[in-house]
């Protein structure tokens, strides 16, 4: 079992950038795929970026590639989110979660998730 902890949110203007960690306990944390998702007030928890358990392959949203970065330290047990020219659009609270299944390909649906994070608020004023 793993447990994962998310830190890095606030609050910024448009066209700034932050950095989210996700930092997991566990000696097996290089075994998992991880991704973030985000759920703005009234709207679906959505897929924003994964990274898999080898750190190989990354995939991206569409509404956020080429803006967000995603990698890994697995001596960290930590996984960021680097976020740039943010929109006000960005604006919702983000989870990391993490994936078991050893995976070659980003897992994108958020039911194949086996373990989450309590969240971090990103708000991103206009």
């Known amino acids: 079992q793993v447990q994962l902890v998310e830190s890095g949110g606030g609050l910024v203007t448009a066209g700034g950038s932050l950095r989210l960690s996700c930092a997991a306990s566990g000696r097996t944390f290089n075994s998992y795929g991880i991704g973030w998702f985000r759920q703005a007030p009234g709207k679906e928890r959505e897929f924003v970026a994964g990274i898999t358990w080898s750190g190989r392959s990354t995939y991206y949203a569409d509404s956020v590639n080429g803006r967000f970065t995603i990698s890994r330290d697995n001596a960290k047990n930590t996984v960021y989110l680097q976020m740039n020219s943010l929109k006000p659009d960005d604006t919702a609270v983000y989870y990391c979660?993490?994936?078991?299944?050893?995976?070659?390909?980003?897992?994108?649906?958020?039911?194949?998730?086996?373990?989450w994070g309590q969240g971090t608020q990103v708000t991103v004023s206009s």
């Open positions: 979660a993490a994936d078991r299944k050893r995976t070659t390909v980003v897992v994108t649906t958020l039911g194949e998730y086996d373990y």
